[in-house]
């Protein structure tokens, strides 16, 4: 069964950092993309980050551009989000979801999430 | 940068038709996908490539896309339906939602 399992969420200040994994089970991890989409409290889904299968392109939302940074680790089946200078509005559940890529490419499974606080 | 635009709530009776609909400048000539999220789950896409559905899904989910607007219908409307629905496209290497619409069935 292929499954997506985020952590590393949790409190922390303006101006703070923090790094969320996701790690993959039951699927090839090194051979798909991931992207990260987050979830404000009762807002919609926003996409932040993607990631191709070998980590040589890489591409963030600009809400994330110069303060997040997406990697991945193929030997451990895990994909990161390192997040720094936070803000208030970076407060949401973050999903990490594999790509399914074809004639064109949409996101499939999406993992249970991991949320993170950003408050004082 | 590209904007999704979808209608905060549709609302339908059991077993009529709900049409869904996202609108994007030149939105037909891209691809659009669409995810439904059920209250406190995650995301579960329900079609992709404009009108393909994955397995598992219903044939009572049906989609297009021409124009400046993609359209999710649902058929015979179920309760089990009852969600949020998000379209979503690719443009200039970003992927961008639309704000999601709440389908409500009653």
């Known amino acids: 069964e292929v499954q997506l399992l985020e952590s590393g969420g949790g409190l922390v200040q303006p101006g703070g950092s923090l790094t969320l994994s996701c790690a993959a089970s039951g699927f090839t991890f090194s051979t798909y993309a991931m992207s990260w989409v987050r979830q404000a409290p009762g807002k919609g889904l926003e996409w932040v980050s993607g990631i191709n299968y070998s980590g040589g392109n890489i591409y963030y939302a600009d809400s994330a551009k110069g303060r997040f940074t997406i990697s991945r680790d193929n030997s451990k089946n895990t994909l990161y989000l390192q997040m720094n200078s936070l803000r208030a509005e970076d407060t949401a559940l973050y999903y990490c979801?594999?790509?399914?890529?074809?004639?064109?490419?949409?996101?499939?499974?999406w993992g249970q999430g991991t949320r993170v606080t950003v408050s004082s | 940068s590209y904007e999704l635009t979808q209608p905060p709530s549709v609302s339908v009776s059991p077993g009529q038709t709900a049409s869904i609909i996202c609108s994007g400048d030149?939105?037909?000539?891209?691809?659009v996908c669409w995810y439904q999220q059920k209250a406190g789950q995650s995301p579960v896409v329900v079609m992709y490539q404009n009108n393909k559905r994955p397995s598992g899904i219903p044939e009572r989910f049906s989609g297009s896309n021409s124009g400046n607007t993609a359209t999710l219908t649902i058929s015979g409307t179920q309760t089990i339906d009852e969600a949020d629905y998000y379209c979503?496209?690719?443009?200039?290497?970003?992927?961008?939602f639309g704000g999601g619409t709440k389908l409500t069935v009653l």
């Open positions: 979503q496209a690719w443009d200039s290497s970003t992927w961008v």
């Open positions: 030149r939105l037909g000539d891209k691809y």
């Open positions: 979801a594999r790509h399914i890529v074809g004639v064109t490419t949409y996101f499939h499974p």
